[in-house]
Nanobody
C-alpha cells in the first residue's frame, strides 16, 4: 500500500485545514486507516482512525469535537478535517494503514505515508 498525504500548511489559531491521504496498491476496503502526529520534540501520537469497510471512526480525546476523519470510496482517499485549530496542534501529521480492526496502537499499522507539516500560529 502506498500512501500520499497532503494538505498541510500554516494557519492561524481557530482556523481550519483539511488533510488528505490517497491510498493505492491494495484493496483499501479491507484496511483501517489512521492519522498520527508528531509535535516538535515529542513522541508521535494517535489522532484518529477509520475502519474503511464500515466507516466506523475513533478519535483521540484531544481532538474529539474538532477533528473529523472520513473517507471517499471513489477516490480511495481518507481525510482529516481539522477545525478550531490550536497552537498545540502544530505537528507533522502522518497517515497510516493496517490490516486490523480499528486501533490507536501505531505498531499495528503496517504502512505509512510521508508526513505533512501543520503549523498553527497564535
Amino acid at each position: 500500500v502506498q500512501l500520499q498525504a497532503s494538505g498541510g500548511g500554516l494557519v492561524q489559531a481557530v482556523g481550519s485545514l483539511r488533510l488528505s491521504c490517497a491510498a493505492s496498491g491494495r484493496t483499501v476496503s479491507s484496511l483501517t486507516m489512521g492519522w498520527f502526529r508528531q509535535p516538535p520534540g515529542k513522541e508521535r501520537e494517535f489522532v484518529a482512525a477509520i475502519l474503511w469497510r464500515s466507516g466506523t471512526t475513533y478519535h483521540a480525546d484531544s481532538v474529539k469535537g474538532r477533528f473529523t476523519i472520513s473517507r471517499d470510496n471513489a477516490k480511495n482517499t481518507v481525510y482529516l478535517q481539522m477545525n478550531s485549530l490550536k497552537p498545540e496542534d502544530t505537528a507533522v501529521y502522518y497517515c497510516a494503514a493496517g490490516r486490523m480492526l480499528i486501533t490507536s496502537a501505531q505498531e499495528q499499522y503496517d504502512y505509512w505515508g510521508q508526513g505533512t507539516q501543520v503549523t498553527v500560529s497564535s
